[in-house]
């Protein structure tokens, strides 16, 4: 199974863009590590016709392989069902799945268990605030089976923002906004059970200090990507992402040394606590070479 930090910085385009079968081929923005061509909020009702003949031609004329990982983000499980029954499907990597809850998930995953796409469930309904909806949805995919078909767990920033009446402010994280807790609270229910979480869309295009900043807390939360708006965005979040030396050789350290804790560039490093970092840092590693 594809390791989800393959993501990178996930670029939204919507299935309405003129370019969409010169994205999805590499040709424009070869460096793009995964795209997301939208359906849902990136495409007016009125468009949706006009987007989703632009996918279907697109899917026709796609290359079947791409260094890029590309999905469809569905607007509702009837659009799943008929971008499944069109040829060429088979050269998608998956599909994201807006709004899931308990109310839908079925109605989606069962679609794909026969499958061989993966998809990213995003996480932006109310029953996100409420710690005991989202253990109910995690229990639900694992005794379903769905686990083995989920790639990440998208966290909807903007949508949970807009449930509470909020917009992001430009001079600030989102963990200085009330989904600071929100992601932490999605981490320690889904994480410890296997899940990755990818981080929520930075709108400011010309804040790049912020993103920066917003960055360092995505990485320091577990996450293992993020959305990105705009090409400009991408060098910056790829970099962010990046495993450093340092890191490396850290890992590396504590996989091969004989002694149970030792000191390693002015830290700590203690075998038993800090292994399975040390394993996620080497696979990321592969990942980026």
Same mark, same amino acid.
């Given at each position: ?69 590309? +999905?469809?983000?569905?607007?509702? $499980? @009837? %659009? !799943?069902?008929?971008? &499944? ?6 050269? /998608?990597? =998956? ?106 869309? +930075?709108?400011?295009?010309?804040? $790049? @200090? %912020? !993103?920066?900043?917003? &960055? ?6 577990? /996450?293992? =990507? ?64």
């Amino acid at each position: 199974m594809l390791n989800a930090y393959r993501l990178g910085g996930s670029l939204y385009v919507p299935a309405t863009h003129r370019d969409v079968l010169k994205i999805a081929n590499g040709v424009k923005w070869p460096e793009l590590r995964s795209v997301i061509f939208c359906t849902e909020d990136a495409v007016a009702e009125e468009a949706l016709a006009s987007g989703l003949d632009n996918l279907r031609d697109c899917l026709e004329r796609m290359q079947a392989r791409s260094s890029a990982l590309r +999905f469809v983000r569905v607007r509702n $499980p @009837e %659009i !799943l069902t008929w971008l &499944l029954a069109l040829p060429g499907v088979e050269k /998608l990597d =998956g599909f994201v799945l807006p709004k899931l809850d308990l109310s839908n998930v079925d109605v989606y995953l069962s679609q794909l268990m026969e499958s061989r796409h993966l998809c990213m469930p995003t996480l932006e309904t109310r029953d996100v605030f409420d710690t005991s909806r989202m253990i109910e949805l995690r229990d639900h995919l694992l005794d379903r089976g769905y686990q083995k078909r989920i790639l990440a767990l998208r966290i909807g920033g903007n949508d949970l923002l807009s449930i509470l009446g909020i917009r992001r402010p430009r001079d600030r994280t989102i963990y200085r906004t009330p989904l600071g807790h929100t992601i932490a609270h999605l981490v320690t229910v889904f994480k410890p059970f296997g899940f990755q979480l990818t981080a929520p869309v +930075f709108e400011h295009i010309d804040c $790049p @200090e %912020i !993103l920066r900043e917003e &960055l360092s807390e995505d990485i320091a939360h577990g /996450l293992c =990507g993020k959305t990105a708006i705009h090409p400009s965005q991408l060098p910056t979040i790829e970099a962010s992402f990046r495993v450093s030396q340092l890191e490396l050789e850290a890992a590396q350290r504590i996989l091969t040394d004989d002694r149970a804790v030792f000191q390693f560039g002015g830290s700590m490093c203690e075998v038993a606590t800090h292994s399975a970092w040390a394993r996620h840092i080497i696979e990321r590693t592969a990942i980026d070479s």
